[in-house]
């Protein structure tokens, strides 16, 4: 299996970030297999959707009204409503496969990757992408 890790800056606000050319990049070479993206963090998760449409803006929207960011959390420390951002993972995951043929991602046509992050206290992440030849 190959690994290879990517730092990501988020920024002081809730982001969705594309990872898919990086994840294209990564699988380029490499034949036939399995990619599988991993963010080993409590507070962030991947996702496939559509961008670009304002699916991203949608999801933050979701996710807000889903886990609203204010006191109601037992999960306390760091900003406000922080507590919400360790429920996230619950919601969208922290990793993702994708089945790669001859090089290429069989992505659908408006699909793309995704790090999901709600968490304002901490603007880099880390992104682990494994390649399992198959």
Do not use: C, Y
């Not at 970030?17 to 998760?45: E, I, M, Q, S, Y």
């Amino acid at each position: 299996m190959e690994t290879s890790v990517l730092t990501v800056k988020t920024g002081s606000s809730a982001s969705v970030v594309d990872l898919t050319p990086d994840v294209a990049d990564f699988v380029r070479g490499k034949g036939d297999g399995l990619v599988n993206v991993f963010v080993p963090h409590a507070t962030a998760g991947v996702a496939i959707i559509e961008i670009g449409a304002g699916s991203d803006r949608d999801l933050l929207m979701s996710l807000d009204n889903l886990l609203p960011k204010d006191n109601r959390w037992t999960h306390e420390h760091g900003s406000p409503g922080h507590g919400r951002d360790h429920v996230m993972p619950a919601f969208v995951a922290p990793s993702i496969s994708i089945p790669v043929e001859a090089d290429m991602m069989k992505l659908g046509t408006w699909q793309s990757i995704v790090l999901v992050d709600l968490n304002i206290d901490n603007p880099e992440r880390r992104v682990r992408m494994s390649f399992l030849t198959g």
